[in-house]
């Protein structure tokens, strides 16, 4: 498990854009936030829009150490930044899932199961 702190400076550049990423997400991810907020998924507190570092990562849950990132049409990522990515969050500990929109809008119960199951036991939720 891994908790992660932006710097402080880094954090007040980013929140301004994380909050106007929330004002205006994708289908999939209002879908998915659905599932996700208020604790609603085992007990895990979920954060959107979440700046870690220098990224603003889809979602966000620090007691499980966990990433969740959903890929679409307006993505804003090329494949090498994406894993470039990947490689930093997970090198600070991080575990990242990631979905398409069509995952998400065609098969939301198959999403919330690999959710649920990157989540295993950790600390924090409940079962």
Not at 15 to 40: G, I, S
Not at 63 to 83: K, N
Not at 92 to 98: E, P, T
């Amino acid at each position: 498990m891994s908790h992660w702190h932006t710097p402080a400076e880094l954090w007040e550049k980013l929140k301004p854009v994380a909050r106007e990423m929330r004002h205006a997400p994708t289908e999939a991810e209002r879908v998915l936030w659905q599932h996700l907020r208020n604790r609603r998924l085992r007990g895990y507190k979920f954060r959107r829009q979440h700046p870690v570092e220098r990224f603003i990562v889809d979602f966000y849950c620090s007691e499980a150490g966990l990433v969740i990132e959903v890929d679409g049409p307006i993505h804003q990522y090329t494949p090498e930044e994406d894993a470039i990515r990947q490689e930093f969050l997970e090198a600070h500990g991080l575990r990242v899932l990631r979905f398409s929109n069509g995952e998400v809008l065609g098969s939301i119960g198959s999403v919330l199961d690999a959710i649920i199951a990157a989540l295993g036991d950790s600390a924090g939720g409940d079962a």
